[in-house]
């Protein structure tokens, strides 16, 4: 730096004081004054480009990353929405999703649960909500244990509709967050109490025209349901 005795510029003394400040602003320190550590951004796909981009998932390991080397910042999870006021003779849903069996839980990074309720043509009728981060993962199963408000009245959502559950995780080597498997709930199934429903292979199939299990094995997704009634 130069020094110059113009009034508009800088002396290389007052230069020299700035140099500790802009240290500290340029160094990670978790104290200053909330973490700032910096946050790998993560790419998120249109409906149909993930397939795309995917080889078949089955045995992933090895093989180099798929996809565009850009980025883009997905929604974070954790987009819950609070119940609906009640309305006279109209019923209110809160699902309570307890736990996803998967024989690889263990391995799975970052989960949530993204839920809709889509028409029969796979339109949303709702808010789509995500799920906070899995609370933990345990020998073969993923647990949230989150409860997700319906966004309509049972009465109002429209014949041949659908409740969808779509199982997300995060995948370091393609840099995105993909849907490993989904499940769904149909209206005749809407009744309190404990249900597990099957899962099936991605991609999400909205209109449940060519539905896959995802493994004979046993797994399922837990769920609770509570009705609320005026």
Known sequence: FQSTQSQEGFKLEDLKKLEPILDN???????????????PLRRILAPGEEENLEVE??????GAGVGSPDSFPARVPGTLLPRLPSEPAMTLLTIRIE????????????????VSVKDINGIDLTP?????MASRKEDTYVH????????????????GAAIFFEFKHYKPK??????????FMEMDEIKS????IELYKKPTDFKRKKLQLLTKKPLYLHLHQTLHKD
Do not use: M, W
């Open 128 to 132: 789509v909500q995500d799920t906070p």
């Open 57 to 62: 998932e089955e045995e992933e390991d090895g």
């Open 193 to 196: 109490g404990q249900i597990v």
């Open 144 to 159: 949230f244990n989150v409860e997700i408000e319906i966004q309509k009245h049972i009465e109002k959502i429209t014949k």
């Open 174 to 183: 393609k840099r995105f967050t993909s849907t490993k498997c989904f499940a």
């Open 99 to 114: 736990k996803i069996g998967l024989k690889d839980a263990g391995q799975c990074i970052d989960p949530y649960i993204t």
């Open 25 to 39: 602003l340029l160094t990670y320190n978790k104290e200053f004054p909330f973490d700032v550590q910096p946050v």
